[in-house]
């Protein structure tokens, strides 16, 4: 490429060459001229002029062609459309600008808006999972220091029990003592008895007839609630088929087979949906608050109905206490004696349960915390490979823009807008403008 001007040489010449030029030739022009018109002659004065040091401009007016040294033209990276021609021949441009940039195809635009999302859903999950290592390395340290706590139990239950044993034997000798009183607390609570039924005859009928009736409007709230919760099952039904639809509609939409208008009456008809959903859950969380009412206030009538009873009810537990003291007395006596003797026959010929059950306990709790943790190592790989794909896609994004990689001046463009390019193809032409010379 290039360009014709009218170009002005100015050649410099040095002074002290050009006047010692002049000066030799009239030293010789006077020698010559003296010799010849005046031999005779004697010495004449001539003279002389200090030279200076200095430059001498010739100005030469020509036509040239202006050119452009270390010309370079640039191909397309890759196959695709040329979207738009960002420069015009003649215009300078700085390294690293902007001249052409390609359009993505349709998978580079789809990898650049989802994986960023699919990125992030991974993350959330591999945050989720790492908790679940804490919680398994939680639930395996405790299942261990439980293991330990056994073991130490272990070593000291056999003298334990055998010391328990030889105190239950004691005990068995106040058991007739504690016979004889069983007989005094039995009529004790007869009579208490007596006395409870005929107190507690008088209040009774209004109180069951109130209890009814609260027991009538609780059977109606939980007939309300069920109601109420089915219709919660609907909404979020009706909720789910139209984030589904708003789904299908934003995909068509960015295929643009439908317009934006629909998606957003799409969006307008999930809110909706939504709204419905909040009013039929409201609904359980009255019903449900009713329902905790009829029952509190139910539990309320039953501890009046408590309170009520309790003079003649203080009588009849003491005949109670007393006799079940006795009968306890008895029993306890020759069940811990039944037990130690279970337990110490249970200790020297079969294995702890408990001791097992920890044992067991450890081995769930190892094999969960190896699992968590190969599903931790998965989900971090998958991330790692969606992280390079989005990268990758960057990288691919980055290649649509064609750049310069000096100042340069642009002297040819050779695609336009919208035409169709090849890997390879020439771009345009662009020269070095520090690099400017003239061709004559």
């Not at 100015?10 to 005046?38: E, M, Q, T, Y």
Request: net charge negative; proline share 2%.
């Amino acid at each position: 490429m290039g360009e014709t001007v009218k170009y002005k040489d100015k050649r410099r010449v040095s002074w002290p060459i050009a006047v010692g030029v002049l000066a030799v030739g009239s030293l010789l022009a006077w020698g010559f001229s003296s010799r010849i018109l005046n031999p005779s002659a004697g010495a004449v004065e001539v003279n002389t002029i200090t030279v200076a040091l200095g430059t001498i401009e010739i100005a030469v007016n020509n036509s040239g062609v202006v050119e452009f040294g270390g010309q370079q033209t640039l191909k397309s990276p890759t196959d695709g459309t040329v979207d738009r021609v960002l420069v015009q021949v003649g215009d300078r441009v700085p390294s690293g600008g902007e001249l052409i940039t390609l359009r993505p195809n349709f998978y580079q635009q789809t990898d650049f808006a989802i994986k960023p999302l699919e990125i992030q859903e991974k993350q959330l999950a591999l945050a989720t999972t790492e908790r679940k290592i804490l919680e398994a390395q939680d639930n395996l340290i405790i299942a261990k220091t439980e293991l330990q706590r056994l073991f130490q139990e272990n070593i000291s239950r056999e003298s334990q029990l055998a010391t328990q044993e030889s105190n239950r034997r004691e005990q068995l000798l106040n058991l007739e003592t504690q016979r004889q009183k069983l007989g005094e607390a039995q009529q004790k609570l007869r009579e208490a008895q007596q006395e409870f039924t005929r107190l507690s005859a008088a209040g009774s009928q209004k109180i069951q007839t109130r209890l009814a009736d609260l027991n009538l409007e609780i059977q109606k709230h939980n007939l309300t609630l069920r109601s109420n919760r089915l219709s919660v099952i609907d909404k979020q039904a009706e909720l789910a088929a139209a984030q589904q639809k708003l789904r299908e509609d934003q995909d068509l939409a960015q295929r643009g087979f439908i317009a934006e208008q629909e998606v957003k009456i799409q969006e307008s008809a999930v809110r909706s949906a939504e709204f419905s959903l909040h009013e039929a859950e409201v609904a359980v969380t009255q019903t449900l608050l009713d329902l905790e009412k009829s029952q509190l206030e139910r539990r309320n009538i039953e501890e009046e109905l408590a309170n009520e009873l309790e003079t003649a009810q203080k009588e009849l537990e003491t005949a109670q206490e007393t006799l079940r003291t006795v009968e306890a007395d008895i029993r306890r006596g020759m069940f811990e004696l039944e037990r130690t003797e279970i337990e110490l026959d249970k200790l020297r010929r079969e294995p702890d349960r408990e001791v097992e059950d920890a044992r067991k306990a450890v081995r769930e709790a190892e094999t969960q915390l190896r699992e968590v943790r190969s599903q931790f190592n998965q989900e971090r790989l998958q991330l790692e490979r969606e992280e390079i794909t989005i990268q990758n896609t960057q990288e691919q994004l980055a290649q649509n823009i064609v750049a310069t990689p000096i100042d340069a001046t642009i002297l040819q463009v050779i695609v336009n807008n919208g035409d169709g390019i090849s890997r390879g193809d020439n771009l345009l032409t662009l020269g070095d403008p520090s690099q400017e010379f003239v061709n004559l």
